[in-house]
């Protein structure tokens, strides 16, 4: 394994600050539990080390989108938390739901049917949760199929049913109606149904108000420092840093061109800085000639392509003594957020979070530093 000096890039991971956003998330919420959505490998973090840090400070209940990544999941937090799969069952496998632990998200009355079925075959209720779509269009049972189980509860009656759920269409828009319809909707669909506690606030949902937290509420993205109030300032820590080292400078004057395709064309004298990363390593390709990067709080644009495993910057505005080779240049955190940049490139936060790279040096932090 190199070492710092050996990296071209450094991605550092702050558990600590991780830590105090699920706190902070949680303390808004004090009526519901608060769960911790860890999909993605924890949105490119690393789930082996962030799922360990949120028990640290009281998490119980995790949500996952595939079966492999709960599986995995369970061998890193042990027996006792509760897993969810919020894709549910795609095949009729049903053995590592119960060799692991696991809780499916059910999403349609197949789903339901086939988990009923299974249960009456082991001859004992089975967990799960199920799905309503609100507003989404995507997973989770439609209107009619939310009439027909409301209409017929037996269905239902060999699943030991853990959460009625829904998903927020646009909870990061406070003034957008559709929240307060989906709310609605599925106070509605509740209504039909025995008592059973009910989830339907992610990050954003959190800061829509108490109607939304219901039992449990289920923060992802702003656990890991991304704003969960575009627009507003970001109540939330940075978790996130990413630092690449230059990797070579050298002067450039015209007609001389910088990058694939010749996209960038220099028209004077010009510095231009080649650091050790690029669209393999999550920095995608849309911040071609659009992204900047800092260097001694000095703020260089991107010129040129993006390639797989560099980028160029004009540094000509950038003293030499620190525009030069091994120098480290801010690349996501501290002067640029990852949402500033998320912006710049025409994507989001989620975006170049999960694409973060394999090839990075990871350090992460703890309350006692590196660890």
Same mark, same amino acid.
């Given at each position: 394994m190199t070492g710092t000096a050996h990296a071209g890039a450094v991605l550092t991971i702050d558990l600590a600050a991780l830590k105090s956003n699920f706190r902070l998330l949680q303390g808004m919420s004090p009526n519901a539990d608060c769960a911790a959505v860890v999909k993605a490998n924890a949105y490119g973090v690393g789930v082996d080390r962030v799922a360990p840090a949120l028990q640290e400070v009281g998490c119980r209940t995790f949500f996952v989108a595939t079966l492999d990544e709960a599986a995995a999941l369970r061998g890193i937090i042990g027996v006792e938390p509760q897993i969810f799969v919020l894709c549910g069952l795609l095949s009729t496998d049903f053995d590592p739901f119960l060799e692991f632990a696991?809780?499916?998200? %059910?999403?349609?009355?197949?789903?339901?049917? &086939?988990?009923?079925?299974?249960?009456? $075959?082991?001859?004992?209720?089975?967990?799960?949760?199920?799905?309503?779509?609100?507003?989404?269009?995507? %997973?989770?049972?439609?209107?009619?199929?939310? &009439?027909?189980?409301?209409?017929?509860? $037996?269905?239902?009656?060999d699943v030991n049913v853990k959460y009625l759920m829904s998903h927020l269409v646009s909870s990061e828009e406070p003034g957008n109606p559709t929240n307060g319809l989906q709310l609605k909707r599925f106070s509605e669909i509740r209504k039909g149904m025995s008592p059973v506690p009910a989830s339907l606030a992610n990050s954003s949902g959190i800061f829509?108000?108490?109607?939304?937290?219901?039992?449990?509420?289920?923060?992802?993205?702003?656990?890991?420092g991304v704003n969960p109030r575009p627009g507003q300032p970001n109540p939330m820590i940075e978790v996130v840093q990413l630092k690449a080292k230059i990797a070579q400078v050298r002067r450039v004057d015209t007609p001389q061109t910088v990058g694939y395709g010749a996209a960038h064309r220099v028209t004077k004298p010009t510095k231009i800085a080649t650091i050790s990363l690029g669209y393999a390593d999550g920095y995608v390709r849309s911040l071609s000639g659009r992204g900047y990067c800092y260097i001694g709080g000095i703020r260089v644009p991107v010129v040129g392509r993006v390639s797989m495993d560099l980028i160029t910057l004009d540094v000509t505005s950038v003293p030499d003594d620190l525009a030069c080779a091994g120098i480290e240049v801010d690349v996501i955190g501290g002067p640029i957020s990852i949402d500033e940049l998320a912006e710049t490139g025409n994507t989001i936060a989620y975006e170049l979070l999960t694409s973060l790279g394999s090839r990075y040096l990871r350090k992460y932090l703890s309350e006692a530093g590196n660890i």
């Open positions: 696991l809780t499916p998200v %059910l999403n349609d009355l197949g789903q339901i049917e &086939r988990w009923a079925k299974w249960a009456r $075959t082991l001859e004992r209720k089975l967990p799960a949760a199920i799905h309503f779509d609100t507003g989404m269009s995507r %997973l989770g049972l439609p209107e009619v199929e939310a &009439r027909q189980l409301r209409e017929d509860l $037996t269905i239902i009656d829509l108000g108490p109607e939304y937290h219901l039992d449990l509420v289920r923060p992802g993205v702003a656990l890991y």
